[in-house]
């Protein structure tokens, strides 16, 4: 079982996404994501996302809020828990990211990146304001075959 948080920064209607291009060994290499990561041990959700916001961009989210969890389920991967953010506040300045490029992205542009495809689900429920939700998703190597 693995736990991880993955956060979507706001700013002007543009969501800040990361371009997975420069780990080894990447499941999502070459994908589009918002910024977050493993928990360390003992971290509660939000110290994860805090630290791996301030890790990936140099970023300190001053308001932010969980959204929704997800469950995913694959066939070659374990299972992951993953709690979903958005924030709306920061302060500092965006630095470079050791695992791909950071980018501002249109809300409205978002859906036409290289996404995972249940990563779409979810983010749509985020730009369409709804309230706090759970999906569990399971996948067949990248093919999402199921959701509920």
């Not at 695992?99 to 990146?113: A, C, H, P, S, Y």
């Not at 689900?121 to 999402?144: N, Q």
């Amino acid at each position: 079982m693995r736990l991880t948080t993955i956060c979507y920064i706001e700013q002007d209607g543009n969501y800040l996404m990361l371009h997975r291009t420069k780990k080894e060994n990447d499941q999502s290499h070459d994908k589009w994501l918002g910024v977050g990561g493993k928990f360390d041990k003992d971290e509660s959700p939000d110290e994860c996302i805090l630290r791996e916001v301030k890790e990936e961009t140099g970023l300190t989210l001053t308001s932010y809020q969980l959204r929704g969890v997800m469950t995913f389920v694959s066939d070659i991967w374990e299972t992951e828990y993953m709690f979903i953010y958005t924030a709306d506040e920061f302060e500092g300045e965006l630095a470079e990211c050791s695992e791909g490029d950071l980018q501002w992205i249109k809300k409205t542009e978002v859906m036409n990146l290289k996404l995972w495809e249940g990563d779409k689900i979810f983010l749509k429920k985020l730009i369409d304001g709804d309230g706090f939700f759970t999906v569990k998703m399971e996948y067949e190597g990248e093919k999402l075959v199921k959701v509920q």
